[in-house]
């Protein structure tokens, strides 16, 4: 098809495919092709053929590029969130009179002055993803196993509407009900496990308890449950029929079908709905400003006040921070953005690699 | 459980020896009297104590009931079967824990004052005072966003399923599946970086800005992903022989696109838009860091600092204050019944389209 062609032909050849393909479609004599009375001339539109797609109409390239602008959008905002947290995280690490990766206080106002480090905040970032993860997990399995195999449709509608809910709730609100109800449960939970696993490092404690790892990771935990649920659940549902089935016929029950076809072809599916989750709990911020104790010790300890991430450290130190401050907590930032961005690559790209769970992986 | 101990109600003289139909059902009674009898009671547990040891009991007393009579194997389904279905009742639980305090709690302050006054003025010491500019601010910070990103999205999913071949499509895809799940603290400290200290001093006699409209700018790269994706969803549901009538009919691919394409699937588009603005109005990190905060009514986004319905619970579930807390919570109502609104006439949306998957 040729690219270039003279603006005047377009209602010409538009109006004679449309002529002719009504009077001679039945037997469709295709005519002289490249048109041999002005060999130069670029062809006209004939019967049968597609139209030209090219150059034809000035909308369609400009069309054309406005989106490819708008997709190329968010591309430029991953490079432009990398290239300015960098930049602006450049001030404060040169500044800093410590190892960034090894220290454990927070202390980045000073000018000429500033002792700052992650070293606390990411451990805390994931001790408390894990102990999330830990109890989260097994639950969302669970629950989507539930909502794909052992639930009746209609009430498994209705009951993964409410798991959507439960993903729609603000984390603000998740974390003022953290703190001002959950937390006694917890509390006494806390102290439950204290006096009976007390020799178990977890749950030592100097007879403090309150806003603690424990409090936080709970939180955390209900508040994850959604997304590995839902991603998880799209994929036990595209279990083969023909496997279960085979499973059935050999004899085996509910659960041996389950274990047998079910979780071995959904594994890929769990692992990145696992990852997805992980993500969320690495990022989640106010929740847990609001129910962890915000301390800059390395503590075992999840039932004892204390407990912090990079992200809530970053929610709590924003208020009474100067410009070197704010500095530092960018440069937190952009530890959180990588490993974020790591633990999602990986998640999507399990899920990219088998192309059916790609419609799942819209949460 | 049930349609097993059906099944094997009319094969029975074939197979092994099962449990009758009400077994679990006794067992589960046996074990919720003696563990809520016994433990509430005699022990020092309380109620939750008490149903934990009854959970337990019943799983033990399942399994060994189940194994003995059954077998090994019918009593790992059974085992199996209890256990997913508990997993479900932990689930529900705090949804309900969540709405139940959220509407007890809020219903104290949820009067006229709350709506239409702000926190100008209202010290620690002060009854009263409301939530008016943070709504406000909510639904301004909102409404730009969604102004930016529904055109951006909607372009970038159009490229991704109608125009994008080869390797920058594939990227695209890629990485807004990575966007969605960027952090919206990194979202706010991105916009802080790039907005409020590098390109708002340039307006603002070289200070950095806290506006509303930066607020809008972190909603915006939080809501971005969202829409693109489920915009691409909608586009690819529509099917092909629409398309092809009307490139048949002579219309071009973007007149195409524009009156054929995205009409279809509008329903689609717009649910996945509301879904979006329900997690934006939600987020509180992006807001605090960009937005400033305030307790006066400031209804212009672009000068001075605002303040949102999210920032407004967490400022006064942290102030010290005998009055906060209501405020908070009542607060919390708002944007729970907000942002379930939205879900919830999204989903009602997106069930009157035609398009299914």
């Keep these: 098809m040729p690219a270039q062609r003279p603006g005047n032909t377009l209602a010409a050849g538009h109006s004679g495919v449309t002529g002719e393909t009504v009077s001679a479609l039945p037997t469709v004599e295709v005519p002289d092709r490249p048109a041999p009375a002005r060999p130069e001339e670029p062809r006209e539109v004939h019967v049968g053929e597609p139209l030209p797609k090219r150059r034809r109409y000035g909308g369609e390239t400009y069309f054309k590029s406005l989106t490819t602008v708008g997709g190329s959008a968010v591309l430029a905002i991953i490079a432009a969130i990398a290239l300015f947290l960098i930049i602006e995280a450049v001030p404060a690490l040169s500044a800093n009179k410590e190892n960034f990766f090894t220290f454990t206080k927070w202390s980045p106002n000073a000018l000429n002055d500033a002792h700052f480090g992650i070293a606390s905040l990411a451990f805390g970032t994931i001790l408390s993803a894990a102990i999330a993860l830990l109890v989260a997990v097994p639950i969302a399995l669970g629950i989507a196993l539930y909502l794909s195999h052992y639930a009746h449709r209609r009430v498994a509608t209705i009951l993964g509407f409410a798991i959507d809910l439960l993903a729609a709730v603000p984390s603000v609100v998740f974390g003022l009900w953290g703190r001002e109800f959950f937390a006694v449960p917890v509390q006494d939970l806390s102290i439950w496990l204290n006096k009976y696993l007390g020799w178990f490092p977890l749950f030592a404690s100097d007879g403090r308890f309150g806003h603690s790892v424990l409090l936080g990771s709970l939180v955390l935990a209900i508040m994850i449950l959604p997304i590995v649920t839902s991603l998880s659940r799209e994929v036990f549902m595209q279990t083969p029929r023909e496997h279960e089935e085979a499973a059935m016929a050999l004899g085996a029950t509910k659960w041996e079908v389950i274990r047998t076809a079910v979780l071995p072809y959904g594994r890929p599916g769990i692992v990145a709905s696992v990852m997805l989750g992980l993500g969320r709990a690495l990022g989640e911020t106010i929740a847990l400003a609001m129910t962890l104790g915000s301390s800059f010790v390395i503590s075992w300890s999840v039932v004892e006040p204390g407990g912090n991430t990079i992200a809530a450290n970053i929610a709590n130190a924003f208020g009474e921070a100067n410009d070197q401050g704010r500095s530092a907590l960018i440069a937190s930032g952009l530890v959180l953005f990588a490993i974020t961005l790591i633990v999602n690559m990986t998640a999507r790209a399990i899920v990219r690699r088998r192309k059916r769970f790609l419609a799942a992986a819209t949460t | ?357």
């Design chain 2, 1 to 357: 459980m049930t349609t097993l101990t059906a099944a094997t109600t009319t094969a029975v003289q074939l197979k092994a020896k099962r449990l009758p139909k009400y077994a679990p059902w006794a067992i589960a009674a046996g074990a919720l009297l003696v563990g809520l009898g016994g433990v509430t009671f005699a022990a020092d547990g309380g109620p939750v104590m008490g149903a934990i040891v009854a959970a337990l009991l019943y799983f033990v007393a399942l399994i060994t009931i189940a194994t003995f009579v059954e077998g090994g194997r019918a009593a790992r389904n059974r085992a199996a079967s209890a256990l997913i279905g508990s997993a479900f009742v932990l689930a529900v639980l705090p949804l309900l824990s969540v709405a139940f305090t959220t509407i007890s709690r809020g219903a104290d302050r949820f009067d006229a004052d709350f709506f239409y006054r702000s926190m100008n003025g209202i010290t620690a010491l002060n009854a009263g005072g409301g939530a008016y500019h943070a709504i406000l601010g909510t639904l301004e910070q909102v409404g730009i966003a969604v102004l930016i990103t529904v055109p951006l999205g909607l372009a970038g999913a159009i490229y991704v399923v109608e125009y994008g071949r080869g390797k920058l499509a594939k990227w695209i895809q890629f990485f807004v599946d990575v966007m969605t799940g960027i952090p919206s603290i990194v979202a706010g400290l991105f916009v802080l970086a790039f907005w409020v200290m590098v390109i708002s001093p340039i307006f603002n006699d070289g200070r950095p800005a806290y506006s509303g409209f930066a607020a809008a700018l972190a909603l915006s790269v939080l809501m971005l992903p969202t829409i693109v994706r489920s915009a691409e969803e909608m586009l690819r549901l529509v099917p092909t022989s629409l398309r092809e009538g009307s490139y048949a009919l002579g219309v071009p691919k973007w007149r195409t696109i524009l009156k054929v394409v995205i009409p279809t699937a509008l329903p689609g588009i717009v649910t996945g838009v509301m879904l979006a603005v329900a997690r934006a109005a939600g987020e509180t990190a992006p807001v605090m860091l960009v937005a400033g905060g305030a307790f006066a009514i400031n209804g212009n986004p672009f000068a001075g600092q605002q303040t949102s319905l999210s920032l407004f619970i967490y400022d006064q579930a942290s102030t010290a204050s005998q009055y906060a807390p209501a405020r908070a919570w009542t607060a919390a109502l708002t944007l729970v019944a907000l942002v379930l609104l939205l879900t919830i006439v999204a989903k009602l949306v997106a069930r009157r389209s035609k398009l299914t998957r």
